[in-house]
Each structure stands twice: as C-alpha cells, then as structure tokens.
C-alpha cells in the first residue's frame, strides 16, 4: 500500500492544502508549530476516523478554528488499485454535536457511512488502529511504547500484528464450543436419567388391566341411566297435562285481565275529553276579550293621523303616502348632510396636508444638514487617506534602498535564494567529508604516536632502531593540520553561508511587503479619488435638499388658507341639515302610528280565525264523548261473560297434579345426575389411563432418542478437545519461529544503527520479554538504557516488526507506509545518524514508502522527496512546498 495523495479542506490549521506523495523516502520538515504532524494525523484520520483520536481529545479539534466544517480526502494504491477516501466533519454550534461522514471509492464500488468505511478500511490493511500505531505509525511521545509495556501487553500486541491473536481467538472459540457441548451432553445425560425413572414407574401401573376394569363399569351405568330416562319420560307427560289445562283457565283470567284494562282506559278517556272541552272554552273566551282589546288600540293610534274609522285598506293606504314622504324628506337631508361631511373632510384633508409639507420640509432641512455634516467626515478621512499614501511611499523607498544595497533585486530574490542554499548543501556535504578524513587522519597520527612511545615503526611495527624510515609521521601530523585548517575554513563558509541565507528570507520577505504595499498603494490611490468625488456629490446634495425643504413651506401655507374656506361651507350645510331633520321626525312619528295601528288590527283578525278553530274542535269532542260512552258499556257486557267460565276448584286440582309430577321427575333426574356424574368420573379416569399409556410410548421412544445424543455428544466433546489442543501448539510453534525470526532481525536492526561494542546481543523470549547482554557478560532491561538509546531500541523494534511482517504477507497485503514522527527528539547528532541509517536501511530491504518528520538536516538532506511546511504568522494558516514549488499558494 502506497499514500498518492492528500487533500484537506479547513483541517486544523491547513485552509486549503494538497500534498502529492512519491515512492521512496518522504521528508517533512519545517519550524515547530508550523503543523507538520497535522499531516500525518490527517491520513491516520482518513483511514480511521474517530478511532485515530489520541484519549483527550474529540472531533471538534480537527476542524479550523473559526470553520464549522472540515474534508479530508487521501488517495492510495493498494493491490495495483487505486482507492479514494474521503470524511467530512460539520459543527452544529447550537447542539453543540458533530457530524462525521465517510465515503470510500473503490474499484469495483462505493462504501458510504462511517461504519462500513471503518470495516473496509481493516478488511484492505488487515489491522485496527491500534495495531497500526504499533506497526506503521510512530507517534510523537509514543518512541518507547513498546518498550516500556510489560511482556503480556507486548506480546498481545505483537501477536495482534503477527496474526497470532487469531489462533487464540480460534482456540477461545473452540474451547467455548466444548464447554457447551459439554454442557448439552450432561444436560441429555441428566433428562435420559429422568426419562428412564419415569418409564420404569409407569410400568408398574398395570395401566391395560386398569383400562378393561373402567371399561365394565361404564357399560353398567349407561343401561341403567337409560331405564331412568324411561321413567322420566312419563312424569313430564302428566306434568304436561296439568300445565296444559292450567294455561287454559291462566288465560280466561288474562283475557277479564285486559278487558278491565280497556273499560279503565275509555272511562279515563271520557274524563279527558270533559276536561279539553272545559279548556277549549275557556280559550274561545279569551279569544273575545283579546279582539274588542286589540281594536281599541288600533282606535288610540289613529288619534295622531288623518284616519278616523278602524279601515285597514285605508290604513295600509296612507301608509304608502307617508313613507314616499319620509323617503324624500331623509334623501335631501343626508345630501345635504353627505355634502357638509365632504368640505369637513376637504378641510381636514388640506390641513393634514399642510402638517405632512412642513415635516417634509423639516426632514429635507435634516438630510441636508446629514450630508453636509457626512462630507466634513469624508473630508477628514481625505486627510487621513493622503497622509497614509505618504507613509507607503515613505516604506516603499526604504525597501528600494535595501535592495539597491543588496547582492540582488525584487525580481532575483528567490533565484538568489535558491543558489545560497544550493551553495549550503554542498558546503555541508563537504563538511562531512572533511569531517571524515580529519578523524581518520587524527586516528592514524595517534596510533603512529601510540607506536612510537612503545618503540615501534608507526609504517612496519618493527622496532624504531631497525626501522626503514619513521619520518612519515610528521606527513601525517601536516595532512591532520590542513584538513584542520580545511574545516575551519569551511565553517567559517557555511556560516557566512547561513547568515547570507538568513538575509535572503529577510529579503524575500521585504520583496513579499513591497508587492503588498504596490497594491495597497494602489487601492488608497483609488479611494482618494472615490472621496473627491464623494465629497462634491454630498454637498449638492444638500444643497438641492434644502431648495426643496423651502417650495414645501410655501405649499403648506396655500393648502391652510383652503382648509379655512372649506369650514366655512361646511357651516352653511350644517343649518340646512338641521330643519330636515326636524321634518323627517314628524313624518317618522305618523308613520309608526299607522304601523302600530295596522299591527293592532291584524292581530285581531288572527285572534277571530284562532276563535273559529276552538269553536270547531268543541263540536268534535262532543261526539268523542258518545262514542266513549257506548264503548263502556260494551266491555262491562263482555267481563261478565269470561267470570262465567271460570273454575277456581279445577285450577286447585289441577296445580297439586302439576307439583306432584314435577317432584317425581325431580328426584328421577337426581338419581340421573349422580349415575352420570359417577360415569364422568369413570370417563376422566379412562382418558387418564390412556394418557398415561401415551406417555408411556412416548417416554420409550424419548430414553433411545436421547441415548444416541449422548453417544454422539461424548464424541463431539473429545473432538472439541483435540481441536483445542491443535490450536494451542499451533500458537505456540508458530510464535516461537517468528520470536526467533524477529529476535534475528531485532539484533540486525540494532547492530546497525548503534554501532557500539558495548552490546553483545538482544534477546526476545518467547513470551516477549526483552534483555540486552553487554560484552561483559551482564545483562540489563531496555529501561535501563539511555533516553537516545531507548529510542533506537525501540525504533528497531518497530521496524524489525515492519519487515517480518513484510516478509511474512508480502503480495497478500501490502502493508501500509512506514511512517516516524519526530524520531529524533531529544537525541545527540550521533543518533540522529544512525536514525537516518535506520532509515536508509529500511528503504534498502524493499519498504516502498517512507515518510518521516523532522527538522534535522541530515535526515532532510538524504530523503528523495521534501515537504516544507510554513505557517503565515498573521493568519496562523500553513502551507506546503515540495521541491521548493508551491503545492498550494
């Protein structure tokens, strides 16, 4: 697996940022702070999601301060595939709740949603998180996890990453399985047990003599219970007798019954009808007394007309006349009131508007005075904007200045930049160099000094007497000076070197503030412009705002004389209105007399028509009453005629028949009950029995069904155990090869990059326990080692893992980058030499991609890709160079 490509999108403090990702070793280096490590969180992100949180913190960090959404999309090859991996964040502020989305292009598909992304992404890698911190991904601070972990953490972990922990998983798995199998088969054991018991007690029940014996007895009660319903039989036909007779004479009396009945409703009848005729009267007589009442009244109404005579036509007649009248007399009054409204409202009208002119005029005087008083502001800031163009020009020269006592212009400082660093890198390199032979040389004039005080040839060893010739010593001794001198000189170099490189980012810097400064010059030049005209605009402006303010002064005083005028005709109609208003209420007056009378004298002839009605309704309850009378006497005739046919002696007789016969079939269907309440008894025990008997079969064939379970459970339990005991020395054998395999490796890693004969050998039991023993024999734990020590250890660990796990799945899962972040914090230039052998090392034995943080410049200069990383101290937004070409400006 290989990272391509790295997008981010308001990720911490990258805005917008896209990184292309090569094949060999990739350096990402650049001052603290800057967010080089950002970069290596945003792929762990990408490929992890919350899972790649270190404990403390959540989702909201990863998002730009200032953003409420955040994208990360990384591209990577896997398999000669290429995948597209993308999550996106969302802050809800209000709920304070984060959104997280993930999708995953593949090439035969798209997963979408966190969950699957997540399961995708461990099916391609073949690891969790966890495991690719501890295998591919060192964190910064986590140098000397491993190490430090006890043996049982260690070994878990190392397992996990080797695919060990499967083997365990599968004998867990399979150790569950036999317990439960186990515990199935003693489960069958205990129920044939209880199976067999209950068998065997049924068996001893006898059950099919039982059966023949309730077989009898139910065939006796049945011939017996049929001789009682025989006997039963015949009760109920004398019972029925009697009851049959009874109900004759029962319904005589219900028939006298009903007829009493009816004679009591038809004289109840006759009664009511006496007392509507009495009602009906009483109404008829109101009925006058409310007629003569209802034309007197009429006659006091007409009093106040031209009517004299109680005529309703006559009435009706006038009626018409008076409201033509008052029609005509209300018309011209509300004309004429409907007209005096009119010059009211026109008066009101000309002096609201009068009030709107002179508020106008007041807000024209207002805007006005605003404009002038907004161009005296705009003024002020001309005098502002002309002294700050000044100070541009001001700022402008000296950087002319700067440069033109510079080794290079504007334009070249980039180009000049790049040759001092170019210069820089060699100087360095020839540094090492001469570094190199200056230590070889010291150690050859030592070792000639060393031969020389013991009385040997520095050149052959022989003794000084009998040597050819010792004088190259003092060769050596000038060669060791010049390269001295050599050095020197080209310190003094790489600091000059250093200081010019400092003034060309000086430089580059000012050539940034210059071309910032051009263009604000240019937009201040601009806004003095603007402002000019701005200034002219507002104040003729004011002007025209205030020849308006006086016209609307002159037009309220014209529309207050009008309102005046319309008052004055508003008062003329007024007088008019009033004499036709009284006019209309004489003619009101008559006109509700007349209608008053015309209401009187209607109700009158609707009391006469109700009078009619009454007088009709007593001649039909005249003739009710006839008829009611005659009725009676028929039912008195006809109750007689029923009393003489009945037999009070014959009801008595035929009763005791009837209560002698129900006592007969009583006690008969009691000898009945108890027959078949005895036969129920004998069914229920039959159903038992054969219940039982059931039972019993079932039961037998249950103990064979369960007797083979247990055979076959007793065979599964050993199986289980076999298979257990496989995994277990499986484990064991294959941790043991690859112990030996990684402790081979570990070693090899260690030797090369701390180069020291201090330490004979590592050793990795196999439960994981590190020891390290020293030429002398002893040994000592990795803890005990020296903070840079510990870090190479455990770096050497890691990579020693890397590369077994390469050698052990290579072509089935490619495995991910090998990736350090800040490998070398707190160690002395020794080791940060043997890191970057470590490196080198790594990339020699076929790890395809490498990417490393650091800011030191060995491990910079040696990696085949450079990531710079700035941050913009205004904005605290980065950037990043490759090359020294922008990626993202």
Known sequence: MQFARLTLDSFKCFEDVSVEFDTGVTVIHGPNGAGKSSLLEACFFALYGSEALPDNKNLNHL??????????????????????????????????????????????????????????IEAILRMDADAFLNCAYVRQGDINKLITADPETRQNMIDELLQLGKLEEYRERMDNIRIGVDRVRRDRAAKLENVHSNVKQLKAKNLDDQHEEVEDQLKRIDEEVDDLNERIDDAEEHQQEAIQELEEQESLKEERDELKNKLSEERKTLEENKQKQDALQQQKDDHDEAIDRLKQEAEEHLANTDIDELDLEAIRQRSVIVEGELDELEEQRDAIEDKAEEF?????????????????????????????????????????????????????????????????????????????????????????????????????????????????????????????????????????????????????????????????????????????????????????????????????????????????????????EEAEEFDEQAEQKRDEYDNYADRVSEATAEQEALERAETALDKADRRADQREQVVDRLGDFETFSETNTEEIERLESEIAAVEEKLDPERIQHLEDQRDEAEQERSRLNDDKQDLVDERNDLQGRKGAIKRELEELNEKREREAELQTQVKQLETAVEQCETTEEMYRNLRHDLRVQNVRQLEEMLNEMFGLVYQNDTYARLELSDEYELTIYEKSGETLEPTDLSGGERALFNLSLRCAIYQLLSVGISGQAPLPPLILDEPTVHLDEQHVNEISTLVTRMRDLGVEQTIVVSHEEEIVDSADERLEVMQNATTNRSRVRADSLDLLA
């Not at 990577?76 to 993930?102: C, K, M, N, T, W």
Request: hydrophobic share 30%; with cysteine.
């Open 63 to 120: 998002i730009e301060k200032g953003e409420t959404e955040a994208a990360v999309q990384l591209w990577f090859v896997h398999g000669d595939h290429q995948y597209r991996l993308e999550r996106s964040l969302r802050y809800y502020p209000d709920s304070d709740r984060i959104a997280h989305e993930a999708e995953l292009q593949t090439p035969t598909g798209t997963e979408e949603g966190v969950g699957q992304v997540d399961a995708a």
């Open 344 to 560: 009211e409202q026109q008066a009101k009208e000309a002096r609201e508007t009068a009030v709107e002119l002179e508020e106008e005029a007041e807000n024209l005087d207002q805007q006005a005075e605003g404009k002038q008083s907004t161009a005296d502001e705009k003024a002020d800031q001309l005098d502002e904007r002309r002294e700050k163009l000044s100070d541009l020009d001001e700022r402008m020269d000296t950087i002319e200045e700067r440069f033109a006592e510079s080794p290079a212009t504007i334009d070249e400082i980039e180009a000049y930049k790049q040759d001092i660093n170019s210069d820089l890198s060699e100087a360095r390199e020839k540094h090492q160099e001469v570094k190199g032979d200056l230590s070889a040389a010291q150690d050859r004039v030592q070792h000639a000094e060393e031969l020389l005080e013991e009385g040997r040839c520095p050149e052959c060893g022989q003794s000084v007497e009998d040597a050819p010739d010792v004088s190259n010593l003092d060769d050596l001794r000038d060669r060791a000076t010049k390269l001295q001198s050599n050095l020197q000189e080209i310190d003094e170099t790489i600091e000059q070197l250093e200081s010019d490189l400092k003034t060309a980012r000086n430089l580059e810097q000012m050539a940034g503030e210059y071309e910032q400064l051009t263009d604000r010059k240019q937009d201040v030049s601009g806004l003095l412009e603007d402002l000019e005209n701005t200034i002219e605009s507002l104040r003729e402006e004011a002007r025209e705002y205030e020849e308006e303010a006086e016209e609307k002064r002159e037009e309220a005083n014209t529309q207050q």
